[in-house]
């Protein structure tokens, strides 16, 4: 396929590119775009130099596929164009998630919403990904009622001014900031710009997007996003409320079975999901998994996974995979 990759020079651009290697994606002609400051410069992808064009080239080029990791302004103003010209769009953005008519898609949970005539598919936000794909199968299990979220945020998930900062923090070293404070030995309760309603653009997107992709609009559900000064993933503490009552047991024992989630959970010899060894991964990780008591059928978990790779890269390669065999149908 012809696969045209908008904002490759970009810190998710980069490991979409890597992703697209691993997995052996069928690229017969690969078009990275980014803006016109970058444009000209060479990037290699499968051992081979290509040149990186505009965007405007790029949807000259009609590919099959473009995956878009540039922004939301970009996503707006081009996605339709490319959809125009029978690409289908993968959008790493938020501009299209809320869109009823487009689907926002993890294809461990809900692939069905992809059909052959799909032009525009949205790739939910990192913390969101992550966290829906232990949730679904034990949405279909328990019926979950509400969730409360506070989340721990890899600097990455800013991008590389934030990884630059931290790194200029813990070497002393002035530098422009990507963060209103500090990061390094620090930590504060800000992702995306604050809202009318008091929550952030970051924590209503947890709200918005779990009960798009799991199609229950009447879960309630309250996020808290923090920043913290970590490279290799987001971290999330998820307390959920379920309508039936559950064993703990049968609960791990449901996510040993779910694609994707691998459980690390055994208190007796410290072993729990960590950022550390999460980098570099494309699972998603669950422990301390335990009956919450002070709640009716309540359960804690910790779910933590590479907010570069299966929150946004490896997530949108699946759905381009998915999408060649939905098509492959037709």
């Known amino acids: 396929m012809v696969v045209a990759l908008i904002g490759a020079t970009g810190l998710v651009g980069e490991v979409m590119m890597r992703v697209l290697e691993e997995r052996n994606f069928p690229v017969k002609d690969f078009i990275p775009c980014a803006s016109a400051r970058s444009a000209g410069r060479e990037l290699i992808f499968r051992g081979r130099a290509y040149r990186v064009r505009t965007v405007a080239e790029g949807l000259a080029a009609r590919p099959d596929i473009a995956l878009f990791s540039a922004g939301s302004a970009i996503s707006k103003e081009y996605a339709p164009a490319f959809a125009a010209e029978g690409c289908v769009v993968i959008d790493n953005s938020s501009a299209w998630r809320g869109d009823p008519a487009v689907p926002l898609v993890v294809p461990e949970v809900n692939p069905h919403t992809v059909t052959g005539e799909t032009r525009i598919i949205a790739n939910p936000n990192c913390s969101t990904i ?62 995306g710009d604050f809202l009318d309603n008091g929550y952030t ?56 079975n779910t694609p994707g989630v691998v459980v690390q959970d055994d208190p007796a010899t410290n072993t729990y999901p960590m950022p550390r060894f999460a980098e570099g991964r494309d699972e998603v990780f ?39 065999e939905v098509r492959s149908k037709k």
């Open 201 to 256: 653009a970051e924590e209503m997107k947890l709200v918005n997007e779990t009960r798009k992709i799991l199609e229950a609009g009447d879960i309630r559900i309250t996020a808290t996003v923090v920043r913290i000064p970590v490279i290799g993933g987001h971290s999330e503490a998820v307390n959920i409320e379920f309508e039936k009552d559950f064993l703990p047991e049968d609960v791990t024992r449901l996510l040993r």
């Open 286 to 324: 669950v422990g301390r998994i335990r009956r919450d008591n002070s709640v009716p059928s309540g359960l804690d978990m910790w779910i933590v996974a590479d907010n570069l790779r299966k929150g946004a890269a490896v997530n949108a390669v699946q759905i381009a995979e998915l999408t060649r």
């Open 130 to 191: 992550q966290m829906v794909v232990p949730l679904a199968p034990l949405h279909r299990a328990y019926g979950i009622r509400r969730l409360v979220i506070a989340t721990y945020q890899s600097v990455t998930g800013t991008g590389v001014n934030a990884v630059q900062q931290l790194h200029d923090e813990r070497a002393g070293k002035p530098g422009a900031k990507a963060y209103p404070h500090p990061i390094d030995l620090n930590c504060f309760p800000h992702g």
